[in-house]
């Protein structure tokens, strides 16, 4: 099961990066509006950015929901200080959205995934992965 988690875990943290910056892989932290850069150079990534969690994936029961992760620059998510990560959340998919994810945070342990439900999850961001990558300059 680990390597299905860390494969699913990896592609739709590529999605969120990939999702939340333009053509060329430049967007802006979802909290502290400061730049981002999300790019593959030489076949190799390069990137100031994590898939941020609002409410910590530690709640599986929206680990991988989209409105609870987004671009955010790597310092700011690794110092576990949110500057204006709410109030840019909610301007990005609204007040009851926002409030929705933050009733499930204590909903630690009411999701278990299996094996099947990474493989599946993994499956459904290569091909989201791939679709944007279309899209891309790089």
């Known amino acids: ?18 999702r939340d910056t333009n053509s060329y892989g430049h967007g802006f932290c979802i ?11 030489d076949g190799k990534w390069c990137s100031n950015t994590d898939a941020g ?5 530690e709640v599986k ?3 991988f ?18 500057t204006n990560y709410r109030e840019n959340l909610i301007e990005k998919i609204g007040l009851e959205e926002v409030e929705w994810l933050e009733s499930k945070k204590y909903e630690w342990g009411s999701k278990t995934y299996f094996e099947l439900d ?8 290569r091909v989201k992965v791939d679709k944007l990558l279309k899209n891309k300059m790089f």
């Open 1 to 18: 099961v680990l390597m299905s988690k860390a494969v699913a875990e990896q592609l739709f943290s590529r999605y969120i990066k990939l």
């Open 31 to 41: 909290d502290t509006g400061k730049p981002i850069f999300h790019y593959m150079k």
């Open 53 to 57: 969690h609002w409410i910590t994936r």
């Open 61 to 63: 029961t929206i680990m």
């Open 65 to 82: 929901n989209e409105n609870n992760c987004h671009a955010q620059l790597s310092s700011a998510n690794r110092s576990m200080v949110f």
């Open 118 to 125: 990474y493989e599946a999850i993994a499956e459904e961001y």
